[in-house]
């Protein structure tokens, strides 16, 4: 089954801890996403990538970090400098078309990280 | 920049009603549109796509068609079920990159 993983599903971490959150895709998509969920909000881009290793801020990158050593891995760094960390994390990707197009994204289950 | 615009919620409805969710659009360009779904503590799903005007989305009862004349993508399902009860995100894709609306919450009820 082709799909997007995220692990852990829940993720507790003390204030000043870095923490990381895995992505992982056996759809072969080349372009991967990081966004960001608060409630009643919609989402918001931290991070993206669209080949393997490179990568590109979004709309909210501050305090975070990834890495794409891999096509289908795009872990997210969540450092102590991100200001409030708390939310729900998803992963994304999508497949590559013609030119700078891209087909629609697929997202995984999510991470809640909640900082105690 | 680009931007969407949905209707802000929640909406309460009976089982059988009728559902519309209101989405405009402000976009560069030729963007494609979507309506995702998202059920308590899960990802997104993408439930319908239009990637042209005129273009009409269905799945799973629900409908939208690209209006470029009217810059929207409205969300309709004519009779509701308790299963629809969900968080429902419009969005545009231009290029890349992927502008949500903030989500309408929807409950049906028995």
């Known amino acids: 089954d082709g799909g997007i993983t995220q692990s852990p599903k829940y993720l507790f971490r003390k204030e000043g801890q870095n923490v990381t959150l895995s992505c992982e895709q056996n759809?072969?998509?080349?372009?991967m996403y990081w966004y960001r969920q608060d409630p009643g909000q919609g989402l918001r881009l931290i991070y993206y990538?669209?080949?393997?290793?490179?990568?590109q801020k979004g709309d909210i990158a501050e305090g975070y970090s990834v890495s794409r050593e891999k096509k289908e891995s795009f872990p997210l760094t969540v450092t102590s400098a991100q200001k409030n960390p708390t939310a729900f994390y998803l992963c994304?990707?999508?497949?590559?078309?013609?030119?700078?197009?891209?087909?629609?994204?697929?997202f995984g289950p999510g991470t809640r990280l909640t900082v105690l | 920049g680009d931007s969407v615009t949905q209707m802000e919620g929640p909406v309460t409805l009976s089982e059988e009603a009728f559902l519309t969710i209101n989405c405009t659009y402000t976009?560069?360009?030729?963007?494609?549109l979507f309506w995702y779904v998202q059920y308590p503590g899960e990802g997104l799903q993408l439930l319908l796509k239009?990637?042209?005007?005129?273009d009409k989305g269905s799945n799973k009862g629900f409908e939208a068609t690209y209006r470029k004349e009217t810059t929207s993508f409205h969300l309709e399902k004519g009779s509701v079920q308790v299963s629809d009860s969900a968080v429902y995100f419009c969005?545009?894709?231009?290029?890349?990159?992927?502008?949500f609306g903030a989500g309408t919450t929807v409950t049906v009820r028995a």
């Open positions: 994304a990707s999508s497949m590559r078309l013609a030119g700078l197009a891209y087909n629609e994204q697929f």
């Open positions: 759809l072969n998509h080349d372009a």
């Open positions: 990538s669209q080949i393997v290793n490179d990568f």
């Open positions: 976009a560069t360009g030729y963007p494609s």
């Open positions: 239009a990637t042209k005007a005129d």
């Open positions: 969005a545009l894709l231009n290029d890349y990159k992927l502008s």
